[in-house]
């Protein structure tokens, strides 16, 4: 019983598989989009890397794009400015420290109950019972008391003037309401018993790990949808997304809120040009960039010339050109001009490799020869960068950026782990460099900036540099101050802080980007980064 | 020595042998038969299709392909083989001691055998993997630990079986040195048993492999092996399918050479097993379910 | 036979035992403090020392290892597998669907494995050595050879990109199986093929078939009686097909975006959440010593010899 005759068969097999895999790859499945069921019956499938989670809304587990489907906050951040949603008007007392909110009387729970008063004081109240977990909303250190003033009147007394509070008051979490009855002991800090807002969708169904849908709340304030059903379906990113948006399967895709894109940008074209999807991308919202860990000081991280010499051996321009396909521009400070508060002076720092060798020459990181990692007192120049593994532009960054530093004689270890994960390290200061955005349009510079001192944020990012307490006392600062100018001074110096100290290394500005069905209408960009209007979508005949 | 010649005969073995030599050549001096630096990044020949000097064409951040398949050996294949020569020198080691000496050592021997076999190889290799961290090392460690425990119960099987050969009871006799017994007598039998295992287990761990790395959780970057190269070109594969074809191919046909040659090794060195000749139920039943937990 | 089956779930016992208290303290080897972990969870700003004393007693962590021990298992035994650490939903509302999505798939699987090997182990140890024999052992080498992830990735392509027949990914309609079950087959009926006919093939040799036919039995009813024959030998090997399938799917379930503990462990793993991780070894770990005794159990009732094999 030898092999000796299997060979035909098996000769024959691998032709097969030669030739299945090279046949005209280049029309992959245009044809098959003739039946495209979704389209047909209106409704909306994203994809999305992660479950739904948990939606509780004071908590930070559940997606973000779908709490803002059902969730609302009593005001509304747009780019004029701070509009009313579930609050018709207020008023801020001459001290700027009471606000006193009119709601509008006909909203109404998804499960029935009333939205009043005495539901916004009770929302609240829970989520200050548990204000430890949202420091980085500087309000919820700020916020005294809740009063019911009538039915439809509601007072919030702030400990001192604090000019970002509405814009804080209007984030997707965690000052947005949910029915009482949900509410468990009166509290929502361990659980609830279910998800009903007040927004233009309800979550119907729900499969961890597999699909969730949401169904149009008929009765909503605003007026019900026009799109019935919105389906939010776990698929991996990469080519299973891609995959199921040829077949139909899913329909539409955008950036999640971590900030990662499910396809990579030459597969987004290829579904545009076979025709049936169109891509529409946001204005420039956010920065990417690598975040420097300057507390650990175990690592040569913590040291500024190291992350100077970082921030010259990145490449941008290649990074911008030919990972993104020019989508996303260089970035080179870490607010760009455009920003509120942010057009401040900072020196640029080119991509040079030469540059960077020199600082760390001085430096005393010595290479022993060439092509060797650089050394001091007998330490490596070793670092770890961590990228969220959902991400395949932040992989190929990673990797791209750790040719790039040993060139220089850094050796970088690239690890990628989910996002959770990512923010737990950036929470607990495990790390040395991580990727990173900032939180976008309605949350910079005043979140972004407010979360240096936060502990489950950057707080390990910038306090391992020299002038860090000053820099806090600034930061608190200018989140109280009511004058202009001082405004304007002290969040400049608090940006050039940062920047000398390198801490923030700016990559691309990043945009949000949508794939939608071609026939879809409506689709605009709040000024968050981390939920879509889904509710101003509809479909042509 | 007739094990070799009895292989040369069977073309297919001879095949599958050459295949693996010339691989593990290539693996071994890698950076010699690597026309380019394997980790050479060079964003402007991103995915730069096949040409006179990258035969292969690149990779999304412009490497040259082939570099990589050729220095992605050692990961794919040659770690593999180490940590397959560990568990089996392990495995050999144990299954000697149970087998030949019995009693309380082999009771030992055989319930941390038992215990180990407990959990199946993807779990345990997995539940490494979670505890130490992603990485190559760690999955080869997770393979010694899983792996050792076969060869020591197989080895001891053979080992029992041999020990009550005739010569082998005599040679015990005028008070040879047990080592010696062993190492004479006992270790070029039961050799055949251990090439013939171990060969055919290794085509499972290459594939198991290759598959940590494409989930992400084996070898990381900037290394090259074959899985992780597999996971890269996975992200484009409907829009640049060429990308998945050379280290997929690379690894059917290493397997497959493992495999045959496998085959060929157990014909060679035992040919009454392929006639069919009588074996007795038990006996066939316990290699048999051997063989299928191993994989 | 009922006291060999007693005696053999007996047996499993404390292996079940050993296999947890190795699981517990494999887990106990990771770098991360629960207790610290369990604070993050919680969203605390400011871990002090005496906060994490307190969740440690909370967490039972100041007792005696092996008094811990002790606890974490009865815990298990009421499925109280501890809380997840990125989500903080309890482990066992996580794993429990997925674990059912997993059992339907291997199921599914082993049973077209074992129909598929049967007919093709049987079909070729009657012609053993003849070209249909030699092909199909030719092609089961060789299609054990090619990674699964691979093969499936050429396989949705074609079934589902070119032929726009098959669903790409996720589970729901039955038309969802027809790949991942494929797949699942391809890699693993070779072995087990080769398996049915090694003891197809070793029946055939036996004496009494050299017997039957010199009595001039039919030859229907001989090859019966050998294929009956060589499938009590098989069964105690299939009846391990359905806890190694089990432990295995973790690539193709990636693949498929399959929702079951493949994926689960997969994401747990890289998302550092060692509760989920330790659930699962510890289920896969007592699955596999359940079936083993299982298989034996099974075994020992058709061959009667082996009863005092224990």
Redesign the interface.
């Known amino acids: 019983?030898?092999?000796?005759?299997?060979?035909?068969?098996?000769i024959f097999?691998?032709m097969l598989?030669?030739l299945?895999?090279?046949s005209d790859?280049t029309e992959?499945?245009g044809?098959?989009q003739d039946d495209n069921s979704t389209a047909a019956t209106k409704e909306i499938i994203y994809a999305t890397a992660k479950d739904i989670?948990?939606m509780n809304p004071h908590?930070?587990?559940g997606s973000m794009p779908a709490q803002g489907k059902v969730f609302e906050s009593l005001v509304e951040n747009t780019e004029e400015g701070i509009k009313p949603l579930l609050a018709e008007s207020w008023d801020i007392s001459e001290d700027g420290k009471v606000y006193t909110f009119t709601l509008r009387e006909d909203v109404e729970f998804q499960d029935g109950e009333p939205f009043n008063a005495e539901a916004v004081k009770k929302n609240l109240d829970a989520v200050q019972n548990?204000a430890?977990?949202h420091?980085w909303i500087k309000l919820s250190t700020k916020l005294e008391s809740t009063n019911v003033l009538d039915d439809h009147t509601v007072e919030l007394v702030l400990t001192e003037p604090y000019y970002p509070a509405l814009v804080e008051l209007s984030m997707t979490r965690p000052y947005v309401f949910l029915s009482p009855n949900d509410f468990m002991d009166g509290e929502t800090k361990s659980g609830v018993e279910g998800y009903h807002g007040t927004g233009p969708y309800k979550l119907a169904e729900h499969?961890?790990?597999?699909y969730a849908v949401f169904e149009a709340n008929e009765n909503y304030w605003g007026g019900a949808p026009a799109i019935k059903k919105i389906t939010s379906?776990?698929?991996?990113a990469?080519?299973?997304t891609?995959?199921?948006l040829?077949?139909g399967?899913v329909n539409f895709a955008f950036t999640d809120d971590r900030g990662a894109d499910s396809l990579?940008s030459?597969?987004m074209n290829?579904l545009v040009e076979e025709g049936e999807y169109q891509l529409v991308r946001s204005e420039p919202m956010n920065t990417k960039m690598i975040v420097a860990n300057s507390s650990r000081t175990e690592n040569a991280v913590s040291e500024t010339e190291v992350r100077e010499a970082i921030w010259h051996s990145i490449d941008r321009e290649?990074i911008s050109r030919?990972?993104f396909d020019g989508t996303e521009t260089p970035a080179e400070t870490l607010f760009s001009s455009n920003i509120q508060y942010a057009d401040v002076e900072l020196k640029k720092r080119e991509y040079s490799l030469e540059k960077a060798k020199e600082i760390l020459d001085q430096a005393g990181w010595k290479e022993q020869q060439s092509g060797a990692v650089r050394t001091k007192n007998g330490n490596e120049l070793a670092m770890q960068l961590f990228y969220d593994?959902a991400s395949?532009s932040q992989?190929?960054q990673?990797?791209?950026i750790?040719?790039?530093l040993?060139e220089i004689g850094i050796q970088l270890?690239?690890?990628?782990?989910?996002s959770?994960?990512i923010a737990?390290r950036r929470?607990?200061g495990e790390y040395d460099l991580l990727f990173n955005q900032t939180w976008g349009l309605a949350y910079d510079p005043q979140s972004t900036i407010a979360a240096f001192t936060?502990?489950?944020s950057y707080l390990h990012t910038t306090s391992g540099i020299e002038q860090a307490d000053e820099l806090y006392k600034k930061i608190d600062e200018v989140m109280v101050t009511t004058d202009e100018n001082k405004r304007e001074d002290l969040y400049a110096d608090i940006l050039t802080t940062v920047h000398n100290e390198a801490v923030f290394i700016p990559i691309t500005n990043g945009s949000v980007t949508v794939v939608a069905p071609d026939n879809l209408n409506g689709i605009s960009f709040k000024q968050t980064q981390f939920e879509l209007p889904f509710e101003q979508m509809n479909f042509k005949d | 020595m007739k094990m070799l010649l009895n292989l040369r005969q069977d073309k297919i073995g001879f095949l599958s042998s050459i295949v693996i030599f010339v691989t593990i050549m290539l693996g071994v001096f890698a950076p010699f038969f690597a026309p380019h630096d394997p980790n050479q990044v060079n964003m402007s020949l991103r995915y730069a299709p096949s040409s006179m000097e990258y035969l292969l064409g690149n990779d999304h951040l412009g490497r040259c392909i082939l570099s990589r398949l050729i220095i992605g050996i050692r990961p794919s294949v040659l770690w593999v083989l180490a940590a397959l020569g560990v568990s089996v020198l392990i495995g050999a080691a144990l299954g000697f001691l149970a087998g030949y000496f019995r009693g309380k050592i082999d009771t030992v021997i055989m319930r941390m055998c038992d215990t180990m076999l407990s959990f199946p190889g993807y779990v345990m290799a997995l539940a490494i993997i979670g505890v130490l961290g992603v990485g190559l090392q760690n999955i080869l460690i997770a393979f010694i630990l899983i792996k050792w425990a076969w060869f020591a119960r197989i080895i001891r099987t053979s080992v029992l079986q041999y020990a009550e050969l005739d010569y082998v009871k005599f040679a015990k006799a005028p008070g040879i040195k047990d080592l010696q017994i062993i190492y004479k007598h006992l270790f070029p039998l039961t050799f055949s048993d251990i090439a013939v295992i171990a060969s055919s287990s290794m085509g499972s761990m290459i594939l198991q492999i290759s598959g940590f790395s494409f989930l992400g959780l084996g070898i990381q970057a900037p290394n090259a092996e074959w899985g992780m190269m597999l996971n890269e070109a996975r992200e484009v594969m409907f829009t640049r399918p060429e990308l998945m074809l050379a280290p997929g191919l690379a690894i059917v046909i290493v397997v497959s050479a493992f495999n045959f040659l496998s085959d060929s090794l157990q014909v060679a060195l035992n040919p009454a097993l392929s006639t069919g000749q009588k074996r007795s139920k038990q006996e066939s039943l316990s290699t048999e379910k051997k063989e299928v937990l191993m994989k | 036979m009922a006291i060999y089956m007693i005696n053999r779930i007996l047996l499993a016992i404390p292996m079940l035992l050993v296999v947890s208290f190795l699981t517990f303290i494999l887990i106990n080897l990771s770098p991360l403090d629960p207790a610290e972990v369990v604070l993050q969870a919680q969203g605390v700003p400011v871990i002090t020392s005496e906060l994490l004393a307190q969740t440690r007693q909370e967490l039972g962590m100041d007792k005696p290892f092996l008094m811990q021990y002790v606890d974490w298992i009865i815990a298990c035994l009421q499925f109280d597998f501890g809380h997840s650490y990125v989500t903080g939903q309890p482990v066992w509302s996580l794993l429990a669907p997925a674990f059912v999505n997993t059992l339907k798939l291997t199921v599914i699987s082993s049973f077209v494995i074992i129909i598929l090997s049967v007919l093709l182990g049987v079909l070729c140890a009657l012609n053993e050595g003849k070209l249909l024999d030699q092909s199909l052992r030719g092609i089961s080498f060789f299609l054990t050879s090619m990674p699964s992830y691979w093969l499936a990735a050429l396989m949705v392509w074609y079934f589902s990109v070119k032929l726009d027949l098959l669903p790409t990914s996720g589970m729901g309609s039955l038309q969802h199986y027809i790949l991942p079950v494929i797949i699942i087959t391809v890699s693993y009926s070779g072995i087990y093929f080769r398996v049915v006919r090694s003891s197809m093939l070793n029946n055939l040799h036996q004496d009494y078939v050299l017997y039957s036919r010199a009595c001039g039995l039919p030859e229907r009813r001989i090859i019966l009686h050998i294929v009956r024959n060589s499938l009590q030998v098989s069964v105690s090997v299939f009846c391990m097909a359905v806890p190694i399938i089990l432990g295995s799917t973790v690539v193709i379930e990636n693949v498929f975006a399959w929702p079951g503990l493949g994926s689960l462990s997969v994401r747990a793993i890289l998302g550092r959440d060692f509760p989920i991780i330790q659930a699962y070894v510890l289920i896969l770990a007592a699955a596999f010593v359940l079936f083993n005794a299982l298989s034996d159990i099974i075994n020992a009732w058709m061959n009667p010899k082996l009863r005092n094999d224990l």
């Open positions: 019983m030898t092999v000796k005759k299997y060979m035909s068969p098996v097999l691998l598989a030669l299945t895999a090279c790859n992959g499945g044809e098959a989670n948990d908590l930070y587990a548990n430890d977990t420091s499969k961890t790990d597999e379906k776990v698929l991996p990469g080519e299973t891609f995959l199921a040829q077949k399967e990579e030459e597969s290829q290649t030919d990972i593994n395949s992989k190929t990673a990797e791209f750790q040719y790039s040993q270890e690239i690890i990628g782990e989910e959770t994960s737990n929470a607990t936060s502990d489950a």
